[in-house]
């Protein structure tokens, strides 16, 4: 069977742009959440978020067709960025003919919903056109409509264009779950010699109007906003909600000879992936954590590891009332005894949550403890919830022995996903 590594990383975050920052972020426990800047939320009970504050948007360099959607849907930006990192990482600055055969390289890609930019309607409502014929006509004699509407995959097309990956290629909108899956598809596609590299991960952002008060009104997100950077609290007893972050984490993994023969630096090997679906509620876990508990089963078993090989979980931790002892409970069930002994943190309580990029900016965050030998803290954990016992590495980060991690993601609407990587065996 092909085995799977990864060569190079970039990642796009609330605690640091870059992987050498992002690092940095983790190994200080680092607080990315505040008031948001990026508009006014001063109406909304939530005014908080886990934004990107070290990027000009404007000075990041796109193609001229392109330039003009891209920087105003700030996501595709942020994931151009990481994904540049990634090739740079894993390739060097030299031309797409130096890589892979394009048929032999894919992309496989996560992202969050299309943007609308409504304010270009209202020039037309304000000169009097509101019947939808006429509102039609008009915005097609302007330069609006091409502006109006931004696809989902806008930014994966320029990064798979980027990245020279004419093979196999998809865009994950899975929510919380994406980038995870997208992840675990491009294993699976080199791993079964579909390709043989792969560009993959996840990009998004929901702080903006919609987003933020779409949240609000399903009243998931903590309104805690005096709180600002110790908002995000994930197994907290006073947790009331988790907040939102944006960013991208991308890496390209490639097939371990071809990367070898090449001399690639390998960060990882990434080994196992599992993904289930609860099929109960849109909100709510399943109450039974079967779902989540069978993903997790089924990366070990994909892997062909035993519960007792994994040194570190970094937990989907929301920091919401129903996920997270839902979440303590699946990893009981799959670990047993050991699951006391095993350090569990997650960064959401850093970052916030990043919806379709969450899952690949928390898989890098494992390498980080996989590499450094840090497991990241899970910070503002000060009152530890009775129904959350395992070891969450509260406040600071821990120094630890670390070699196979466990990256969790269980969404919306009851997705689970879950990849296992390690150090090269």
Do not use: W
């Not at 948001?36 to 005014?47: E, M, N, Y």
């Not at 989907?316 to 997270?324: C, V, W």
């Amino acid at each position: 069977m092909r085995r799977v590594v990864v060569t190079g990383a970039g990642v796009v975050s609330p605690i640091g742009t870059g992987l050498p920052a992002f690092f940095e972020g983790l190994r200080r426990g680092r607080p990315g959440v505040d008031t948001i800047r990026s508009f006014d939320a001063g109406g909304l009970p939530t005014r908080i978020a886990g934004e990107v504050r070290d990027m000009d948007l404007e000075a990041v360099p796109l193609p001229e067709a392109e330039g003009f959607a891209l920087r105003r849907d700030p996501k595709s930006v942020f994931g151009i960025v990481a994904a540049r990192e990634a090739l740079a990482g894993a390739f060097g600055a030299g031309p797409r003919t130096e890589r892979y055969e394009p048929s032999r390289m894919g992309a496989f890609l996560a992202t969050g919903l299309e943007i609308f930019h409504l304010e270009d309607i209202v020039p037309h409502v304000r000169a009097g056109i509101v019947d939808a014929p006429r509102l039609l006509e008009s915005l097609e004699a302007s330069p609006a409509l091409a502006r109006l509407q931004i696809p989902a995959d806008l930014g994966a097309r320029r990064i798979a264009r980027e990245a020279g990956a004419e093979g196999f290629y998809s865009v994950n909108v899975s929510a919380c779950t994406a980038s995870t899956q997208s992840l675990g598809e491009a294993f699976r596609a080199i791993r079964d010699g579909r390709v043989d590299a792969a560009i993959t991960g996840g990009y998004d952002s929901m702080v903006n109007p919609l987003g933020v008060g779409g949240f609000c009104l399903l009243e998931a997100l903590s309104t805690r906003n005096d709180l600002r950077g110790a908002a995000s609290r994930p197994f907290d007893a006073r947790r009331d909600g988790f907040v939102l972050g944006e960013g991208a984490g991308i890496c390209v993994l490639e097939e371990y000879e071809e990367a070898r023969k090449r001399s690639a630096p390998i960060l990882a090997e990434v080994l196992g992936y599992g993904s289930t679906l609860d099929a109960y509620r849109v909100t709510d876990p399943a109450p039974d954590h079967a779902g989540a508990a069978a993903a997790m089963g089924a990366a070990l078993a994909d892997a062909g590891l035993p519960a007792a090989e994994v040194d570190y979980i970094n937990a989907h931790g929301t920091g919401t009332r129903a996920n997270d002892p839902a979440e303590v409970a699946a990893i009981r069930s799959v670990f047993g005894e050991r699951a006391d002994r095993i350090p569990v943190s997650s960064t959401k309580s850093q970052i916030g949550h990043l919806i379709g990029a969450a899952g690949a900016v928390e898989f890098l965050a494992a390498l980080f403890a996989l590499k450094k030998g840090i497991v990241p803290a899970t910070i503002n954990l000060t009152d530890p919830d009775p129904e959350c016992d395992l070891d969450f590495v509260p406040l600071i980060p821990r120094r630890a022995p670390v070699r196979t991690v466990m990256s969790n993601s269980f969404g919306f609407g009851g997705q689970n996903a879950v990849i296992l990587a390690g150090e090269l065996r």
